[in-house]
């Protein structure tokens, strides 16, 4: 699976930016897919992944009431929405491709996009 993740930017607290996350090359809906984030000179870390048919989530708590996955199979598609910022969301935020049902471990995925940069200013 190739994964290409778009919708980054620079955003004041409190506003709202919605991430996509582009899949090709194999059946999509065969796979969990989740969104993970890298802060400068901190670990990955788990953010939200979604099961192959849309039908169970899971989040960080620390994003929990702010951030919705979603997907739409027809297109190919992950989105994450997130609403009401926090300057301590800035990271860059990575799609990724599972096998596994709804872990919030990066060793479970096997497929990784390249990253876009979320940016909240206080």
């Known amino acids: 699976v190739q994964l290409q993740a778009s919708g980054g930017g620079l955003m004041q607290a409190g506003g709202s930016l919605r991430l996509s996350c582009a899949a090709s090359g194999r059946t999509f809906s065969n796979y969990a897919m989740g969104w993970f984030r890298q802060a400068p000179g901190k670990e990955r870390e788990f953010v939200a992944t979604i099961s192959w048919s849309g039908g169970s989530t899971y989040y960080a708590d620390s994003v929990k009431g702010r951030f919705t996955i979603s997907r739409d199979n027809a297109k190919n598609t992950v989105y994450l929405q997130m609403n009401s910022l926090k300057p301590e969301d800035t990271a860059v935020y990575y799609c990724?491709?599972?096998?596994?049902?709804?872990?919030?471990?990066?060793?479970?995925?096997?497929?990784w996009g390249q990253g876009t940069q979320v940016t909240v200013s206080s």
């Open positions: 990724a491709a599972s096998g596994t049902y709804l872990s919030e471990y990066p060793s479970s995925y096997a497929y």
